[in-house]
């Protein structure tokens, strides 16, 4: 007859609300877990997914996830000309908030280099990738959009020709895949009052202009669109992604554009680590930080609710002893309850971790080598729990049983 069996099947009640009380508070431990683990991979994404062995930035910027980076796009066609290169990208991020049916809309743009990307590296859950070079876009789920819904942005509406899962920025907002054109159309967007005023301010300018006294006809040209005029740069670009042909060595290729005097270079794997000790570093620390706090309390918790269990079977102990039973059977009654207590909590947090994690508006990985750790660590608290109930029942005396 196994004591610790029969114990619970007589406690089945408080038994079964401890285990599920410590299975909530492990999945807490687990979920900060999973947290932890999607800030990283949703950090470190679009460097890897993206397929470029370094990427072209400002100068003494970041790059463009850490902070404001511009380029001209002229700059795709000098790296183009380096010896070893081949393929250079256009690449445009930026982040936008609009409404969508009362409620905030947040997007990451993400512009594409057509028509040498047109996305087919994105993991697509429906649709296809883009077909033409403007009003197309691919979204991410979270996003909310339908697979060939329209949605206005800026003076242009976008038909949704794609879905994917996953890609989510290192803010936690989901991806909208657009071309590079239409991304710094929506990102340069300026409403039409602004215009006005501004064509009004340049043709003021250039009455006073010397140039204009001399050339009337330069003052047709002030009240045209800005990207009309001639002398007009096009919009800068974030960054250009390189990929080096097959056999190069990277490292040459970047320090030859590196000694650019108006760009730096950046690796994916220096790219990685900038996201990662940059702008989620804090976030990464607070969460480790809770989750290794999380992990003492459950510790602290089991110890307290086995002494308790311990102390609510002094007499049952205390009558043991008196017929002379062993100190391993009174071992084993409270060792095994506190296994038994762990691994029924462990089980609790898994399964409905699996129900409730989907439903956090931050992605939840669970890894298997997360679990396997924090189970690792469920086994050690279970064991080192036990041993303070059983400090208290090697201190029973069988006396106590007459009492």
Avoid at 36 to 62: N, V
Avoid at 189 to 212: K, P
Avoid at 311 to 326: M, N, T
């Amino acid at each position: 007859m196994n004591l610790a069996v029969k114990d619970i099947r007589h406690n089945l009640g408080r038994f079964a609300l401890t285990a599920l009380g410590i299975g909530l508070l492990l999945m807490i431990v687990m979920g900060m877990g999973g947290i932890y683990r999607g800030i990283i991979e949703d950090a470190t994404l679009l460097p890897d997914r993206i397929g470029a062995d370094f990427w072209i930035i400002q100068r003494d910027t970041r790059g463009p996830f850490a902070e404001l980076s511009r380029v001209t796009p002229n700059l795709v066609h000098r790296a183009l000309a380096v010896p070893g290169v081949r393929r250079a990208r256009e690449f445009v991020y930026h982040t936008i908030q609009r409404e969508r049916g009362g409620k905030p809309l947040r997007v990451a743009v993400l512009g594409l280099s057509w028509p040498i990307d047109k996305g087919e590296w994105i993991p697509l859950t429906a649709g296809r990738p883009l077909g033409q070079n403007h009003f197309e876009m691919i979204a991410d789920q979270t996003l909310g959009f339908q697979l060939g819904e329209l949605i206005s942005l800026g003076k242009d509406t976008y038909t949704v020709v794609g879905l994917t899962k996953s890609m989510i920025s290192s803010g936690g907002d989901g991806i909208g895949f657009f071309t590079v054109a239409d991304a710094q159309s929506i990102q340069f967007d300026t409403a039409g009052e602004a215009i006005r005023l501004e064509r009004a301010a340049r043709e003021a300018r250039g009455e006073h202009s010397e140039f204009v006294t001399k050339q009337p006809s330069l003052l047709e040209q002030a009240v045209r669109p800005a990207q009309e005029l001639p002398a007009i740069a096009r919009p800068q670009i974030s960054a250009v992604l390189v990929s080096v042909a097959t056999g190069v060595d990277s490292r040459c290729v970047a320090d030859i554009i590196a000694g650019w005097g108006d760009v730096s270079v950046y690796t994916k794997e220096g790219q990685r680590d900038l996201l990662l000790k940059g702008s989620v570093e804090k976030i990464r620390r607070q969460i480790g930080l809770f989750r290794v706090l999380l992990t003492l309390i459950a510790a602290i918790i089991m110890a307290l609710i086995l002494y308790t269990m311990t102390l609510d079977k002094i007499h049952s102990i205390a009558l043991l002893k008196l017929i002379g039973a062993p100190n391993t059977v009174i071992l084993g009654l409270i060792m095994q309850q506190g296994l038994l207590l762990g691994l029924l909590g462990f089980g609790i947090a898994f399964a409905v971790g699996q129900r409730v994690f989907p439903m956090f508006p931050r992605r939840v990985i669970l890894a298997e080598t997360d679990l396997f750790q924090l189970g690792m660590i469920v086994l050690v608290i279970s064991v080192a729990s036990s041993f303070l109930g059983i400090w208290k029942a090697m201190n029973v005396s069988p006396n106590e049983a007459l009492s």
